[in-house]
């Protein structure tokens, strides 16, 4: 699953927006978004640069999440 960072994403129409950005490239896609944290996580077969350029060009700038650090047993 693709987890992106979306600073402007902010509300039901920002969603949409994307959520449409996505389905243009992959109808198949699942998208889910937190407004909380402003992520949005697309599970799809499509390459991440289409992903994120779709968002992008669909006037919402795009970064990576940082993946969780491991847990360390020790």
Known sequence: ??????????C???MNVIGKAVAKIDSNAAVSFDLDTQTVSVASSKDAADITAAIEDAGYPVS??????????C
């Open 1 to 10: 699953m693709l987890q992106l960072i979306v600073p402007d994403l902010s």
């Open 12 to 14: 039901g129409h920002c």
């Open 64 to 73: 990576f999440a940082e993946p969780e650090p491991a847990s360390s047993c």
